[in-house]
C-alpha cells in the first residue's frame, strides 16, 4: 500500500503513468493517472495543522523531512504564577511564508512567532484557522448555529471554538478549559485558565508588533 498528493498549478489535466513491480522477477504493472486542473490555478492554503511538529517524518529538531520544514524554538521569558504563570516562546519557521499566514512579520521579525502572537484568520467557506504561537494551527467549519465552529484538521483534537456577535469576540478553548480570547480583526487578547487567572495582551493596531503583556491574578 502506497499513497502521494500531487498539485495541479495549472488549468488542463496532467497525464502520466507509475509503474509498481519486483525487479528481480521483472514484473511490472504499469497505472495510468491524471491529475485535475483547475479554473483557478492557485495553490489553497496548507492545512497541514503541525507544520512544526516533530513524528515520523523527523529526522530530529529541527527538520521535519516530510515536508522540509526547519524551526528553532527559543525560550525567552518565564516567571511562576496562578494558571502556569507567565512565559514567552518564540519560533522561527522557514516555511512560514509559503503558508498564508495572517501576516509575514511578528514583533519578533520574519517568520517568528510567539507565545502572545496566536491568530485566529478567517478564510472562505466558513472556514477558520487557528494559529498557534509556535506556527502549527488548527482548522475550523462552521456548523451553522450560534456561532459554534467544529474542528477539522486534525480531527481528535479536542479543542472549541465559539464566535459571540454581541460582543464580536472569539473563545477558543482548551481540552483542559483553558480559554484564549480574540477580537474581531483575529488577534489575541487574554488567556483564562480553568480558574479564571488572566493574562491580558494590549495591542498596537496601528503598529502590529508593539504590544504590552501583562498578568493580571
Known sequence: MFYFNGTNHGTT?????IQIGEECSGCWVTIPLTVQGTTSP?????????????????????????NGSTWITEPDYS??????GLTLTRT????????????????????WRSSFEE????????VVKYWKGNGSSLFFTYTGSG????ISAPADDQTT????SSTTLWT?????GTRHIFNNAGYLTSILDRNGNTTTINVDRNCYGSFRPGAHI
Open 92 to 111: 522561527w519557521n522557514s516555511l512560514w511564508p509559503l503558508m498564508n499566514p495572517p501576516e509575514e512579520t511578528g514583533i519578533f521579525g520574519d517568520s
Open 147 to 150: 456561532g459554534a465552529y467544529s
Open 13 to 17: 489535466n496532467i497525464s502520466g503513468a
Open 172 to 176: 477558543l478553548t482548551q481540552k483542559d
Open 42 to 66: 492557485s495553490e489553497p492554503p496548507s492545512n497541514d495543522p503541525d507544520p512544526v511538529c516533530c513524528g515520523n517524518g523527523s529526522g530530529g529538531k529541527p527538520i521535519n523531512f516530510l
Open 119 to 126: 491568530r485566529i484568520q478567517v478564510l472562505s467557506g466558513g
Open 161 to 164: 471554538l465559539s464566535f459571540d
Open 79 to 84: 516567571i511562576p504564577g496562578f494558571g502556569g
